[in-house]
């Protein structure tokens, strides 16, 4: 579907990840494959949010892109991205803030996204506990929605994006989402992988919201994108 393969995962496996800092799990893997073979970031300039250790930004470096630029508001997640890249050879310039802000006024080829989407018991998300790698309020969807409303600011003519998520967040609200804001939007790829722990301590609660079926112990991973109409 998407041409070669590009081996991705040799990116993803050796990256430093200091304690408070999301490490690249199956939606990482997941989301740099479809970049990588789909050769999204080749000659691009590409915006990672919520960077983490830097995962999707090195990958994109590695695939190919003209520059690559990363955000995530985590100290700790901006300081492992530059270590990260560093260590790699990887050119990403690194940004502390919220979503889009630090980057406010650029234009981007692509915008690769892995934000959190777990959702949680309350809707007040937690600022400095890791917690805040996953927890996403009631529904999973408060980055999400976000990012969906708010990417084609940053987006150049003819730019895509690329948001990876659970399926417990509803793909189909995030297709939605993204024709709402002016983009063409398609699943890309799927993927069923078992609960991590997360997930899994949390499955109770998942049930009882409707979010999951009962017993229910593995979710789909989902890719979305989209580009401009």
Excluded at 191 to 215: D, K, Q
Aim: aromatic share 4%; with cysteine; charged share 20%.
């Amino acid at each position: 579907m998407f041409g070669p393969p590009v081996p991705g995962h040799q990116i993803l496996v050796m990256l430093l990840c200091p304690p408070g800092v999301y490490r690249a799990e199956g939606d990482t893997h997941l989301l740099t494959d479809v970049m990588c073979q789909g050769a999204f970031a080749r000659d691009r300039v590409v915006l990672d949010i919520g960077t983490g250790s830097g995962a999707l930004a090195i990958a994109a470096a590695r695939a190919g892109a003209r520059t690559v630029s990363a955000v995530d508001v985590s100290l700790r997640s901006v300081a492992a991205t530059w270590v990260n890249s560093r260590l790699h050879r990887a050119a990403v310039a690194v940004h502390r803030g919220d979503l889009f802000r630090p980057v406010a006024g650029r234009r981007f080829g692509l915008v690769v996204a892995n934000p959190p989407y777990v959702p949680a018991l309350s809707s007040r998300l937690p600022r400095h506990r890791k917690a805040r790698c996953w927890d996403a309020g009631p529904d999973g969807r408060a980055f999400l929605d976000r990012i969906c409303a708010e990417v084609p600011q940053v987006l150049a003519p003819g730019g895509e994006v690329l948001i990876v998520h659970s399926g417990v967040c509803d793909a189909a609200l995030t297709l939605d989402a993204l024709d709402r804001a002016g983009l063409v939007p398609q699943v890309l790829a799927k993927a069923t992988v078992p609960f991590g722990p997360v997930m899994r301590a949390r499955a109770a609660y998942l049930e009882s919201r409707g979010l999951i079926e009962p017993g229910q112990r593995e979710e789909e991973l989902v890719v979305v994108g989209a580009r401009h109409a």
